[in-house]
């Protein structure tokens, strides 16, 4: 009977994991495709990534995309840390909920939402202020911040929230004034969670073509935009390439922050 | 020990500072009240501890002890009333500012960092040179035995190391008042015995005045100077610990320190140098040796310790404290027996013996009819 129900449990999770990998499998097979037709093997080759390297349209994307996922990934961690502290450590104060609901929305808001209205909050201010100058790598970033700030917010709020209150107790009662407690105590055990809140960023803002589509201008077209607009007039075997490229980013970003987060669960017993 | 300033040695001999009338508390708590919303978690506390004491505050769960001990820690403002320490009034000082250490339950150790800098932390805030840091740390890591741990994370230490870990983390900053939660309750209980021992010694040693929350009895027993019992936010009283053992001052502390018999009982004759008593609950009348200055006809319970009452086959000719029962239960415990006995008014009382004698035969068993008595001195009168 248990032998009986395992066997099935591999069975489902079997097709499970074939239902999500497969597609993703034969993508990277093909990238390999020597083949100019993208549905015909025609032999192992590496073409496609040379053709892809040389490629100056899709690696100028690239180099924009990696850009703005840097600066959004690191300004969404640092706003979003403050706002997750804030958060769960500040005491009541007036406007906290809705404070919470503010930082949380963008986590569920529909992309097409979010990208329309900060078009339409970017042209404003450009008619009123003069500011930001049209759109292109700046407005992406600030898109970009403001939704990646959500998750970094809720990675360390539930950080903070299991992290012992004692802890910083212990630091003020040793005589550590509120900044030096936050530098000395609070941030380097929250440091795993705002590690791994900024790969998710990373990879979320690297992912994103809704929201840039919306917000970017002329000249400064992100990688998925690029790729969207190549797949549109037909796959070529070169965006297969540039696909396992980006798989293999994404899946390295996610792995490092399953494996921060894992991490930092070693120091919690410490103190039981 | 050159570390710690042998302030003053601790007087075993002479009377103790909190008998003398004209000594100057060192922590004075004054009117002290605590609520939480509609809850009230401490209901003007008045208290002073004087230097070098050990001042053990006992109670349960929700009496309010932590509360008050994080308040003297600054941990949480009094809704009123002040705290003075060393005559410094502690109304509006951070936690970072006070003379004043403490060391927690649950150890509070900080996970990310090593024995040693756990300890060096304090130190370092008060921008200490390094090389005093180190030295200190040394120092007090081998008073408790640490040193050769000092590199370890706190997560690679027993539950005994670690606390240790932070005892130490808590003196090296040679604070005037010690506050320690519970300091005892992780341990398994051959360890608390030694930590106890060690405590103690410590205390001496430094002459730091030392206060505990516990809910623990036999803890504040061993430890204490003296001992403050708490009940519902309240002090219900404050005396040593030989004190609130033999002489509780109302029924709360009587039930709540050890084991006791209470005797439901009316005062017929209160004279200067003794009080009788009649009880429904035993066969003669209740006696003590001193007057209670009470109202005639006064409700009053009589409080007598389990090991304070003689029990005997043998019948006995006394009209005042004694009467008779049948043994219900017996408990054999190796260095005491536990008898429960059943009086003719139905009441059942406790007895424990000590087992002087290692013969079986002669025991005192189920169903025997016995004869009990106590003196007029071992029972306390409680109006309250």
Not at chain 1, 40 to 65: C, D, H, P, T
Not at chain 2, 47 to 67: A, V, W
Not at chain 2, 198 to 221: K, N, P, S, W, Y
Not at chain 2, 335 to 364: A, C, D, H, W, Y
Request: a neutral charge; charged letters at 20%; one cysteine or more.
């Amino acid at each position: 009977m248990k032998q009986g129900s395992s066997v099935a449990l591999k069975v489902m999770a079997g097709a499970g994991f074939v239902f999500l990998y497969a597609p993703i499998i034969a993508l990277i097979v093909y990238s390999f495709n020597e083949s100019k037709l993208v549905t015909v093997w025609g032999g192992w080759s590496l073409k496609w990534y040379v053709e892809l390297f040389r490629n100056e349209q899709i690696m100028s994307a690239a180099w924009v995309s990696l850009k703005i996922a840097f600066i959004s990934a690191t300004m969404a961690s640092i706003l979003g840390t403050l706002a997750g502290f804030v958060l769960s450590r500040m005491r009541k104060f007036a406007g906290k909920a809705m404070l919470t609901g503010w930082v949380t929305a963008p986590l569920v808001m529909p992309e097409v939402i979010t990208g329309l209205s900060l078009l339409l909050l970017f042209v404003s201010l450009e008619n009123m202020f003069g500011w930001p100058a049209g759109r292109g790598v700046t407005t992406i970033v600030i898109a970009h911040t403001t939704f990646c700030l959500a998750y970094v917010a809720v990675v360390v709020q539930s950080r903070l929230a299991s992290l012992d209150e004692t802890l910083e107790e212990a630091a003020m009662d040793l005589g550590a004034k509120p900044t030096s407690l936050f530098f000395l105590i609070t941030l380097p055990l929250i440091a795993p969670a705002i590690i791994s809140g900024w790969l998710l960023s990373f990879t979320l803002s690297l992912d994103d073509l809704v929201i840039a589509s919306f917000v970017s201008g002329p000249g400064n077209s992100t990688l998925p935009m690029v790729i969207f607009s190549k797949v549109r007039l037909g796959v070529t075997p070169e965006v297969n390439a540039l696909a396992t490229l980006m798989i293999v980013t994404v899946s390295i970003a996610v792995i490092a922050a399953i494996v921060i987060m894992h991490r930092q669960n070693r120091f919690k017993d410490a103190n039981k | 020990m050159s570390a710690f300033p042998n302030t003053s040695t601790v007087q075993t001999q002479s009377v103790p500072t909190w008998r003398q009338k004209d000594a100057k508390p060192f922590v004075q708590i004054e009117q002290i009240t605590k609520q939480f919303g509609q809850f009230t978690a401490v209901n003007s506390v008045s208290l002073d501890i004087y230097r070098n004491e050990l001042f053990c505050l006992l109670g349960g769960s929700g009496s309010g002890k932590s509360t008050l001990l994080r308040m003297l820690a600054g941990f949480e403002e009094p809704t009123s009333g002040r705290i003075l320490i060393d005559g410094v009034d502690m109304t509006g000082i951070p936690p970072w500012e006070r003379p004043v250490n403490m060391m927690f339950q649950s150890y509070a150790l900080f996970p990310h960092l090593s024995v040693e800098a756990n300890v060096a932390f304090g130190l370092k805030r008060e921008g200490l040179k390094s090389a005093e840091v180190n030295k200190r740390v040394a120092e007090i890591l081998g008073m408790v035995q640490l040193g050769h741990l000092a590199k370890r994370k706190p997560h690679m230490l027993s539950g005994g190391q670690r606390q240790r870990v932070a005892l130490a983390r808590s003196l090296v900053k040679r604070p005037k008042l010690l506050l320690l939660d519970e300091p005892l309750g992780a341990l398994d209980k051959k360890l608390r015995e030694e930590t106890q021992f060690e405590l103690m010694r410590l205390q001496d040693e430094l002459g730091i005045t030392f206060i505990v929350v516990t809910h623990d009895q036999e803890e504040a027993m061993t430890l204490a100077t003296r001992i403050g019992v708490m009940n519902n936010g309240d002090i219900v009283q404050t005396a040593e610990p030989h004190e609130v053992y033999e002489y509780p001052q109302n029924r709360f502390v009587a039930e709540f320190i050890g084991n006791v018999n209470l005797f439901d009982g009316t005062v017929i004759d209160d004279e200067r140098d003794t009080t009788s008593m009649r009880s429904a609950d035993i066969d003669g009348l209740l006696q003590v040796d001193h007057g209670i200055s009470c109202a005639p006809n006064q409700d009053v319970s009589v409080a007598i310790r389990p090991e304070k009452i003689r029990i005997s086959r043998e019948p006995i000719d006394l009209e005042v404290n004694a009467t008779t029962g049948v043994i219900s239960d017996v408990a054999y415990m190796g260095s005491q027996s536990i008898f429960k006995v059943r009086l003719n008014s139905g009441k059942e009382i406790r007895i424990t013996q000590p087992n002087v004698s290692r013969e079986m035969g002669n025991r005192l068993t189920w169903e025997d009819r016995v004869f009990l008595s106590w003196d007029a001195d071992s029972c306390v009168v409680l109006v309250a």
